[in-house]
Structures are given as C-alpha cells and as structure tokens.
C-alpha cells in the first residue's frame, strides 16, 4: 500500500472517487486497498461462504465501479453507495439461484472446531435461534440489524444506503432488537 | 406512539457493542431504564455480539484474491490507454459521426451558394475576340506577323504601281544606298509616319520578325518611291 503517493492515500474515499471519475489509476488502487478485504468478506457471509464466489462478487463489484465511475454522485457518501451496490449484487445473486432462504442469513458461521465447554454449545445454539428468528422479519429489518451490526456501518450510513432518515433507521433497529429479544428470552445472557 | 431508545439516547447502538449493563455509568443506567428493563438490554446485547462475534471468529475469514486486483488493474490500464489505432479517421467513425441538424443544412448552403457564384463567374469570363488596332510607327521596327499597310489617295497609276511592287517585288534598294541619301531616307520617313498596322488582339503586337521588317521596308520603300 505504500507505494502509493501520500496524496492519494490521504485523501477521502469521496475525493479517491472523483479522482476515479477522471479516470487516474492510483486512485482506483488505493479505494480498492481499502474496501476489497471488507467487501470480499461481506460478499462470502452473504453468499453461502462460498469463497470462490465471494472473489467473484468482488472482482465484478470493481468491475462495475471502474466501468461506470459517473454513476457515482458527488456529494455522496461512498461506503454506504459501495454498499448498495454489493447488497443489489446479492439481492440478484439470490433471484438468480433461487435458493434465497439458504443464503440470506450464511453471514452467521457454523462453528467448526469447538470445545465442550457447555459456553460455546450455547452460544451456538443461540446462533442458530438468532438465524431462525432473524430469519421470521421482514427483510427490511433484517438488512439494517445486519448491515449496522455485521457489516458495522453506521445509522447514517445505513440511513444513505437506503435512502431514508436516520429516524427510521433507529426505529427499525429498535423494531428488530426488541422482537429479537422477545423470541430469544429462553436463552440465557452470553455475555455480562 | 413508543418513544425511540435510539432517538433518546444517542449512540445507544455503541453502547450496546461496548458496555454490558453493569459496565454502564449511572447516568447511562437512567436513561436506559426509562425505556427498556437490564433484562431487555442484555438480551439486546446478546443479539448484538453474537452478529459480530459471528465475523470475528473468522478473522482473518478470507482475504482477496491478489488476481483479482490484477485483472482490475490490467483493464483499467486498457480502458484508460487511448485506442491510437482508432484516432485516425476510420470510415465507420465517420459514417457514425451524428451532426446536429441546422450544421448540416448550413453547410448544403453554403455549398449551393459557392456552385452558383462559380456559375456567374464563368458567364462574365472575357471572349476571346479580336480587336482592330492601330499602331503609328516613324521608324523601322520588327514584326512578327503580317502587317498590312494602308495608304490613303486616289485609285491611279501609282496604286497599280504599288499592286505590282507587292506581286513583283523589284530587286531591294540596298541599305547603305537609303542611308546615304537623304531624299530617300526623308520619303522613307515620312512614309513610315502613314503606315498603319492592323492586328489581331490575339496576335502578338511585338514587331521583331526579320521576314517582317524586311517586308515592312520593301513596301515602306514602294510607297516612299510613289510620288
């Protein structure tokens, strides 16, 4: 990553784009460095852990971005626009194989390798719920759970992303935490 | 309508991740409480972690491929590098090349109109005619064309004279012999002044022929002799 001039790296990843948009190579280097890890992990949570896949999702998802820079929008914040990319890349994903149910909750990992400690089996079990019950929401409310949560975006980068007020973002997160929390009472507090 | 924990407490989504209840600042349990119970909020919390937990337990999950930066950037570089095979005029370029109407109409005028003013100019072109022209000369010069002579007078037995010198030329006076005589050097001046000499305007009016001149004194010498 050092390779790259100081210039370009210091900059935002909003100017790296309207650099992007005049076609100048490090700056299409440096927002690729910066975002490939991130989206090719969101890319194999969302699409059955599949790491072929997820290398294909995120090839494309610069692909798209190099072949159409003007579609990005000055003023706009970029990581919640890459977002929406990667997510409708995905929504497609699951029309196109059909096998949504399957798919739309891999972001949470089965646990390979875990000891007995009667801990781990709970915290398992609990995952399983949490996909079952998660599973039961519309996907509105999923998508922000698992967008603010999982993928660690912020409300107002959420609230970008889906093109709606912050407010609306809390209330559905707030929506979703407690109709989780009423479903997942039988388990016991993981963590204190 | 429930009032929003998220709206009330801003930052409640980090103090989820953060803090458990117990870890939390009075002041953050009261507002909390006003809301939801310690239950609530751990189960809350519990949602929260086991999301996350799900992705760092993976860490590092998987990694890019470096290929795939390879591709992307051997592509940038063949979409970026100027196409030099396609800046030279190629047909198809030129045959696609879409122009806004009223270009096309001003250049299909102005074309008419430059054909129309070469077709006026070629009607106002001069015509090669010939024109009668008078030339007075006093002294003997080259010609290169034939020169007719003029002289005015009567019809009478000079003028028949003149008709036979020009049929039958007599042998010519020699030029010393005109020189030195000043009665012949005077009439062949004078007679020299009444030439005229018609020509053609495509003829060229340059008198330099030695046949002409020498015509042009013989007959010069025929009307000099005349009285």
């Known amino acids: ?192 | 309508m429930e009032e929003n924990i998220f709206d009330a407490i801003p930052g409640f989504d980090r103090l989820l991740e953060e803090k458990a209840f117990e870890a939390l600042t009075k002041r953050e349990r009261d507002q909390v409480l006003q809301f939801i119970s310690r239950e609530d909020y751990n189960h809350f919390r519990e949602a929260v972690l086991v999301a996350q937990h799900g992705m760092q337990r993976r860490e590092p999950p998987i990694t890019p491929d470096p290929s795939v930066k390879n591709r992307l950037m051997q592509h940038f570089d063949s979409e970026s590098m100027p196409p030099s095979s396609s800046i030279p005029l190629s047909l198809s370029r030129l045959l696609n090349h879409r122009i806004p109407f009223y270009q096309a109409a001003l250049a299909a005028s102005v074309l008419l109109f430059m054909v129309i003013f070469l077709l006026l100019q070629n009607h106002r072109m001069p015509v090669r005619m010939a024109v009668a022209d008078t030339v007075y000369v006093d002294r003997p010069m080259l010609l290169k064309d034939t020169v007719w002579l003029e002289k005015s007078g009567e019809i009478g037995p000079e003028t028949a004279m003149i008709r036979h010198a020009r049929t039958e030329p007599r042998d010519p006076v020699p030029a010393r012999s005109i020189n030195e005589n000043p009665l012949y050097t005077r009439q062949m001046d004078d007679a020299m002044r009444r030439v005229s000499v018609i020509s053609g305007l495509e003829k060229d009016r340059s008198v330099n022929n030695d046949a002409g001149l020498m015509k042009l004194v013989i007959t010069g010498m025929a009307i000099a002799i005349s009285p």
């Open chain 1, 1 to 192: 990553m050092s390779h790259y001039p100081d210039s370009y790296r210091q900059q935002s990843d909003e100017e790296l784009m309207l650099r992007l948009r005049k076609m100048e190579r490090e700056a299409f280097a440096v927002l690729y460095d910066r975002y490939a890890g991130e989206m090719v992990n969101f890319f194999y949570r969302r699409l059955g852990q599949d790491p072929d896949k997820a290398q294909d999702f995120l090839h494309d998802l610069f692909l798209k971005l190099l072949n159409d820079p003007g579609k990005y929008t000055p003023g706009r914040t970029f990581r919640p626009w890459l977002y929406s990319i990667a997510l409708n890349m995905c929504k497609n994903e699951y029309r196109s194989l059909k096998v949504r149910e399957d798919y739309r909750l891999s972001g949470f990992p089965e646990i390979h390798g875990c000891s007995d400690g009667s801990e781990k089996l709970d915290m398992r079990l609990f995952e399983k719920e949490l996909k079952v019950k998660l599973n039961l929401l519309d996907e509105i409310h999923r998508e922000v759970f698992l967008l603010r949560f999982q993928e660690e975006l912020t409300i107002t980068e959420i609230a970008e992303l889906m093109v709606c007020p912050e407010g609306t973002v809390k209330s559905r997160l707030f929506y979703t935490l407690k109709a989780l929390s009423l479903q997942l009472k039988v388990f016991n507090p993981l963590i204190n």
